[in-house]
């Protein structure tokens, strides 16, 4: 199985700050295709997860455009330009590249 | 805008089967791989199985033995059943939609639903 490792998994955040988490795959990401099956959730307290990112950059429709992904093969962050207080909540990286699917542990992101 | 809603028991029996049903509404059935996510309290995600429109399934591994996903597509739902239930299936259900190719490799779930919570209890 691939495994998925984040970090930090907590980070204090300052609403207007930006704000970072790094997802790091055991083995690459990228389809023979150039495809980067990387993907990003946000799970909201006392919500379901919502998509934020796809294809390790392509924003969801509907996501602010102050959140955004990159990276490349087996090293992807998640950026934040500035938080916002409705951004807290567990981020999540999973892997779609091959079967299972494995998510990241998660990332707690609060308000300081 | 699609819409998908889980039912089923909220308590099963240690040995027993865990049953629960994803009722689609809003948008077609084709084209996706409809799946379920399940969420032990206070824990991260895990990723159990997922089902085309014409019957094919992914399934986790560490899961397969017992976990069998179906889709009655006249009835807009798709199902889950695990068998041999223990403590450690006591989660929160998820069941959402994703792309998948014809290869494996799949991406994008959206439309969670808002999750059924089970516990295995005798």
């Known amino acids: 199985d691939i495994v998925m490792t984040q970090s930090p998994l907590s980070l204090p955040v300052t609403p207007g700050e930006p704000a970072s988490i790094s997802c790091r795959s055991s083995?690459?990401?990228?389809?023979?295709?150039?495809?980067?099956?990387l993907d990003w959730y946000l799970q909201r307290p006392g919500q379901s997860p919502q998509l934020l990112i796809y294809?390790?950059?392509s924003r969801a429709p509907g996501v602010p455009d102050r959140f955004s992904g990159s990276g490349s093969g087996t090293d992807f962050t998640l950026k934040i330009s500035r938080v916002e207080a409705e951004d807290v909540g567990i981020y999540y990286c999973m892997q779609g590249l091959q079967t299972p699917w494995t998510f990241g542990q998660g990332t707690k992101v609060e308000i300081k | 805008q699609v819409h998908l809603e889980e039912s089923g028991p909220g308590l099963v029996k240690p040995s027993e089967t865990l049953s629960l049903t994803c009722t689609i509404s809003g948008g077609s059935i084709g084209t996706y791989y409809w799946t379920w996510v399940r969420q032990p309290p206070g824990e991260g995600l895990e990723w159990i199985g997922s089902v085309f429109y014409n019957g094919y399934t992914y399934y986790n591994p560490s899961l397969k033995s017992r976990v069998s996903i179906s889709i009655d597509t006249s009835k807009a739902q798709f199902a889950l059943k695990l068998r041999s239930v223990t403590a450690a299936d006591t989660a929160l259900y998820y069941c959402?939609?994703?792309?998948?190719?014809?290869?494996?490799?799949?991406?994008?779930?959206?439309?969670w639903g808002r999750g059924a919570l089970v516990t295995v209890s005798s």
């Open positions: 959402t939609r994703a792309f998948c190719s014809d290869t494996g490799n799949c991406w994008r779930l959206e439309h």
């Open positions: 083995q690459s990401l990228v389809h023979s295709n150039g495809v980067t099956f």
């Open positions: 294809f390790n950059s």
